[in-house]
């Protein structure tokens, strides 16, 4: 780890109309690396909340696979410099 890694937290959010809403609750570790140490980058789930219920057992076996992808992008694309 380099000294110029940043730390940002965040929500992404899935709504399907009338049926759910999902809530993950994420911090997001970026360090862009430098002469002595590679870029590198980490995502930790800290809470996903399922219409007002916590359910972060429940995403770690079922829904985490299916959701990765899409988090990961919104992560990256919302990581504050």
Known sequence: MSRYG???R?????????????EIEYAYYLDYGDYEC????D?????VVLNG???NRF???FLGDLVSDQL?????????E
């Open 6 to 8: 940043k730390t940002s």
């Open 10 to 22: 965040g929500t992404f959010t899935i709504e399907e109309e009338f049926s759910y809403e999902l």
């Open 72 to 80: 990961w992008e919104y992560a990256q694309a919302n990581h504050n």
């Open 38 to 41: 590679p870029p590198e980058a």
């Open 43 to 47: 995502l930790e789930v800290i809470k």
């Open 53 to 55: 219920m916590e359910i």
């Open 59 to 61: 995403y770690d076996d």
